[in-house]
């Protein structure tokens, strides 16, 4: 029951973040800045949002969606592949209406509406979605999880650049799951970039997502507010929908909030730019690493009420399959 509760926990912090983070994505740092500081509450995105005006306060995107939509799909099938990880895509975009709601990533969602038979985005997408990956193979099967991530991006994502954030974040997830200490998820998220690196069929210029992490962790040491962090995160990383740009600023405001999910979560809401994939990976990783959250209950309350979200359900699966349960995945990933 442990391991369902920290799971449940990072679940809620994701879908916070993600709800937190729709009202500003791509909002720039300076309105964010001057309209409301350090993000404190939900907001409703007809105050300010430049694309969700559709959505209402506390609506989650096609990140929570596309998690959960992941985890159901790999505890049932007992695969994390290419196939079934796309098949899962295009069942969750038909059902959902996704592409009308305006929120699906470009390199999925023409994938997804067949509208391209390429599949080497450099956007975040398959590091969005990391989580239910990394989560979903038993615990400390690196290798597994190695090739679980790389197959998970194949059908979206297959470049170095993409695959490389994926393998970043998803190696941060996992190691921040089995107790280990910051230093360890740091070093593992590094570790986890530079074996991705070169795992992409397509290669493109672009900033290596592990080395901006290992300058950044390393700058933020010395820094003394949280806005101060994310002036740093926003002129010097950046918060575009790249994937190169997105895990390093959802790491860099991690390594500052660390345990205290609910600054991370704020933080990542407060940045500008993809706000809503950067709040909802920096507040996943901060709870998996705190054991919990400390997540305001209204809030979160509000977020799964108007989403009508039953988080243990999912939380059950992830703690069958990570903990190496026969009945769940029999060991038989590939």
Not at 87 to 109: F, I, M, N
Not at 174 to 181: E, G, I, M, V
Not at 317 to 328: E, P, R, V
Request: glycine share 8%.
């Amino acid at each position: 029951m442990e391991m369902v509760s920290r799971f449940v926990a990072a679940l809620e912090a994701f879908a916070t973040g993600d709800a937190m983070g729709m009202p500003t994505e791509f909002v720039t740092r300076e309105v964010i800045r001057e309209k409301y500081g350090l993000i404190d509450e939900l907001i409703d995105p007809s105050e300010i949002s430049l694309i969700h005006r559709n959505l209402v306060r506390g609506q989650v995107t096609d990140d929570t969606e596309q998690v959960l939509e992941l985890i159901e799909t790999y505890y049932r099938t007992k695969r994390i592949d290419s196939e079934v990880t796309l098949t899962a895509l295009r069942t969750w975009c038909t059902r959902t209406d996704a592409a009308a709601k305006g929120y699906v990533g470009p390199s999925t969602l023409k994938v997804l509406l067949g509208e391209s038979n390429t599949c080497n985005g450099t956007t975040c997408g398959a590091a969005m979605r990391v989580l239910a990956v990394a989560l979903s193979v038993k615990q400390g099967d690196i290798q597994n999880l190695k090739k679980a991530i790389w197959e998970s991006c194949l059908c979206t994502h297959n470049s170095d650049i993409a695959i490389e954030a994926a393998m970043a974040i998803g190696y941060g997830y996992h190691y921040a799951a089995l107790d280990n200490s910051y230093e360890t998820i740091i070093d593992q998220i590094i570790k986890g970039a530079l074996e991705g690196r070169n795992m992409g069929s397509n290669s493109y210029v672009g900033a290596h997502t592990g080395h901006r992490i290992m300058w950044a962790v390393d700058a933020i040491r010395r820094m003394s507010s949280p806005e101060e962090v994310l002036d740093f995160v926003y002129e010097v990383i950046g918060t575009t929908m790249e994937s190169n740009e997105v895990v390093p600023a959802a790491v860099s405001i991690f390594s500052y909030a660390k345990e205290n999910v609910w600054l991370a979560i704020r933080m990542g809401a407060s940045v500008g730019g993809d706000t809503d994939t950067i709040a909802a990976i920096a507040g996943a990783l901060s709870a998996l690493y705190a054991k919990g959250h400390d997540i305001p209950l209204h809030v979160v309350k509000e977020v799964l009420e108007t989403n009508q979200l039953d988080l243990y359900r999912y939380a059950k699966m992830l703690a069958a399959m990570f903990s190496g349960d026969s009945d769940a995945c029999g060991n038989l990933f590939w």
